[in-house]
């Protein structure tokens, strides 16, 4: 789950938007910012998709919970401590790749429940109908929904910490009201970081690239569970 340490910043440097010549510069670099972002966010998602397809192809198992808390954030860390070295690349593809291989057991486990094959492709279509809806209406409308960041910020915190009490002491209970909770923030952050980025507020594609693909990523593996009740008697 995703903690976006960026600080936040004001669009503009004073409290008045750019205009003429400033403001063309302040187009072409959003829109700069908003081609890479896009293009390196569907790199890294075939290639976690492509990990996370040899995970299931070779039933590879699931790296377990500490180890996954470990990497997904000490990779974090050496995205933000190389985001404007050559470093940032290697890291970004990293993390994806990690994030792609955690997400192979649990397909692997979906999979062979009954319907689950659809219950997969449900959520996947889902979550791709949610992200192009959503960045589309801050696209069009860009509405500035900085305001939700310290909410945001807060809810995954405690839906990380609620995440983890399920899984160690398996309450299915609690681990589908956390799916349930981190679908509704997982939308609210695609709302926040693509309005970042609209707004002047994220001019690090990098940053703003990782903040993208975890908001995805939880909303799939949110989806996912939330879809697969049916089809499991767990």
């Not at 486990?109 to 979550?127: D, E, K, N, R």
């Not at 696209?139 to 960041?149: N, Q, V, Y």
């Not at 983890?164 to 909770?181: E, K, M, Q, R, T």
């Not at 693509?194 to 693909?213: D, F, K, P, Q």
Request: glycine share 10%; proline share 3%; aromatic share 12%.
């Amino acid at each position: 789950m995703t903690l976006n340490t960026t600080t936040l910043s004001t669009p503009y440097p004073s409290d008045y938007p750019p205009s003429g010549a400033s403001a063309l510069g302040h187009t072409i670099d959003v829109a700069r910012v908003l081609r890479n972002t896009y293009a390196l966010l569907a790199m890294t998602l075939l290639f976690s998709a492509a990990v996370a397809s040899a995970a299931v192809a070779y039933q590879w198992r699931a790296p377990g919970i500490m180890l996954t808390v470990v990497g997904y954030f000490g990779l974090l860390f050496a995205i933000h401590k190389f985001q404007n070295s050559a470093w940032a690349l290697p890291a970004v593809f990293a993390l994806t790749g990690f994030m792609g291989y955690t997400l192979g057991p649990l397909l692997t486990h979906s999979l062979a429940l009954p319907g689950g094959a659809q219950t997969v492709s449900m959520a996947l279509a889902a979550t791709g109908a949610t992200f192009i809806g959503l960045s589309a209406y801050v696209l069009l409308t860009r509405r500035d929904f900085s305001f939700m960041g310290g909410f945001l910020f807060c809810g995954m915190v405690i839906a990380l910490l609620a995440g983890i009490a399920a899984a160690v002491f398996d309450i299915a209970a609690l681990g589908l009201a956390v799916s349930a909770v981190v679908a509704l923030l997982s939308a609210g952050l695609i709302l926040f970081e693509t309005s970042r980025i609209v707004n002047g507020g994220e001019n690090n594609y990098v940053l703003a690239t990782i903040g993208l693909y975890v908001s995805v990523f939880n909303l799939f593996i949110s989806l996912l569970s939330l879809f697969g009740i049916g089809g499991s008697n767990e």
